[in-house]
Structure formats: C-alpha cells, structure tokens
C-alpha cells in the first residue's frame, strides 16, 4: 500500500505540473487579471480551452491526492509533493521559455535529495501511522489564523506593487500567500480522504458534510482560485509555483502532522531523513531571489494596479 501511495503522489505531481503549465500558456493570452474584479476574472478564464485543460488537469490531480493520503502519512507524502517542483520547472522552460537561474537548477539537485530522503524514511513505516481525521477545535485553530495571515500577505504584496520605482517583485510573496490558502486546503483534503467509506456512502456523505472539510475545500477553492491565477499571470510560473508549492507542503506537514496526530518515525535514521528531506524543502525556499531578474519575465505595466511611469522630457532644460 506504501508503494501505491508514493506512486499516486508521483502521479499527482506529474498532472499539477501539467495543469500549472497549460493554465499558465493560457493566461499569457489573457486580458490582465484583477482580484478586485473575480467575476470578470472567471469569466475570462472560462472562455479559455486552454485553461480549461489545465483544470481539468489540476482536478485529477486533486484526485490522486486524495489516494495518497488514504496510504501515506501526511508528512511523507509532502516530501513526494514536492519532487513536482523538478518537472514544472523543466516543463516551464520547455514550454513557457522561462529561464531558470544558476541557483534555481541548484534548488532542483536539492529537491531530488529530499525526496530520495522521505522516500526512503518510508521503509519499514506501517498503514497505522495514517490516521483519518482531525479534532475539529484543533483544526480550525491552525485554518482560520493561517487563512487571514494569507489573505493579508497577498493584500500587503498588492499593496507594495502599486508603489512606483520598484524593481518587479518575482512572486515570492504572492506564493507564500496563496501556499498558506493551499495548505488549509490540502489539511481539508487529507480530512475529506478520511471520511470517504464505499462500504457507507450514506454515512460518509453525512459525516462529511457535518465536518469543516468541505466548506474549507469550498473557501480555499474560491479565493485561491482567483488569487493565484492573478499571481501567476504577473509572475513566471517556474518560480511562484515552486515557492507556492514549498510552503504548502512544509505548512501541511508542520500542521498536519500535529493536528490529526500522526507519529513520526521512532528509528532514529528514519526521522533523520524525514525532517531533513522536509528541511531540504525549506532550505529551497530560502534560496529562491526575492526579485526577477529574469529577461522572459512580463514587464511592470501588465501588473493591473501599476501605473506607468511618467516619460522623461525630451529636452535637458526644466518644463
């Protein structure tokens, strides 16, 4: 069953890669996105077959997900998710022709030690170790704080790209941001994987529905939506997905492991390589630049709220 699940996360990445990809070929030839617009915003992305593959891409990926942590414990399968990162960022320059830096391929090499690292901290770990749901106090303690932290972060990032005469932000904050939305997210989703019983599938609908899953599935589906399809219209797609990705996966393994209670690894080796394959993921956050250098990145003025700089005079002299 372990076998099974690290072949779903490894499935799970390869279909979320695909969808960011496709979405973000499709928002390239999109009018410019605005949060303070979101019914315009679906609108236009709707009318996009492009786009609407990528969903669709993104909806079985959420699927496989949901295999994975109905085997896995929820730390382990973030080290997985995370290894998604190596194919979007070569499927970002393969086919959206953005470049990654020096210390971007160096994150790559990094990545791959921390999922040979979780991989392995999986040997000898039983199905016991997986637990199905979380107290609801202690969930929503963790979920309701972690969204308006997000929320915040993404409406302090639009804040600071109104100010003229700033070098245009990479993205990482938006991806910080709209990872955090995700996390809570992805929390809901290990819970949704908990509840679902094909032997009861009355009961199941009945607990699911009496549990907060779902309506955190519904809020961090709708917002996130719209955030992080702004964000990735603005940003290259080989960097806010991986900071996006990396913050979703640490905050889910941090708090998920705490609150549905799952054990870490008793063997010494086993935890080694466990918290520091999701240290690795970390490390790689870290390192990411805080500003686009990037030559294939989209200029300042397709940012919606930026307003152009006022063009120099054509003489020396003062007006």
Wanted: overall charge positive.
């Amino acid at each position: 069953m372990l076998w099974w699940g690290v072949a779903s996360a490894l499935l799970a990445n390869v279909l979320y890669s695909t969808g960011f990809v496709l979405e973000k070929r499709a928002l390239s030839g999109l009018p410019a996105l605005s949060t303070r617009q979101p019914a315009r915003l679906v609108r236009h992305l709707l009318s996009s077959p492009l786009w609407l593959g990528g969903s669709l891409a993104l909806a079985a990926g959420f699927a496989a997900q949901l295999a994975v942590y109905r085997t896995l414990p929820i730390a382990a399968a973030q080290g997985i998710f995370v290894s998604g990162l190596v194919l979007l960022l070569l499927l970002s320059s393969v086919f959206l022709g953005e470049r990654t830096s020096g210390r971007e391929r160096r994150g790559i090499l990094a990545i791959l030690l921390a999922l040979g690292m979780v991989v392995g901290s999986l040997q000898g770990s039983g199905a016991s170790t997986v637990t199905r749901t979380a107290p609801t106090g202690t969930l929503l303690a963790i979920a309701l704080p972690s969204l308006a932290a997000g929320l915040w972060l993404y409406g302090s990032a639009e804040r600071r790209a109104k100010r003229r005469h700033r070098q245009p932000s990479s993205g990482v904050p938006y991806g910080v941001a709209v990872g955090l939305l995700y996390g809570v997210s992805s929390l809901a989703i290990k819970g949704v994987s908990g509840l679902l019983d094909a032997r009861d599938p009355a009961g199941a609908v009945r607990a699911l529905f009496t549990s907060p899953y779902p309506y955190l599935l519904l809020f961090t589906g709708a917002v996130g939506l719209v955030l992080s399809q702004t964000a990735l219209q603005r940003c290259r797609a080989s960097l806010i997905v991986p900071v996006c990705t990396t913050v979703t996966c640490v905050f889910t393994a941090a708090c998920g492991t705490v609150a549905f209670g799952e054990p870490l690894p008793a063997d010494p080796l086993r935890l080694a390589l466990r918290l520091g394959g999701t240290a690795m993921a970390v490390l790689v956050l870290l390192a990411l630049p805080r500003q686009d250098t990037d030559a294939s990145a989209p200029p300042p003025e397709q940012h919606p709220a930026s307003e152009p700089e006022p063009s120099a005079p054509s003489q020396g002299a003062d007006p």
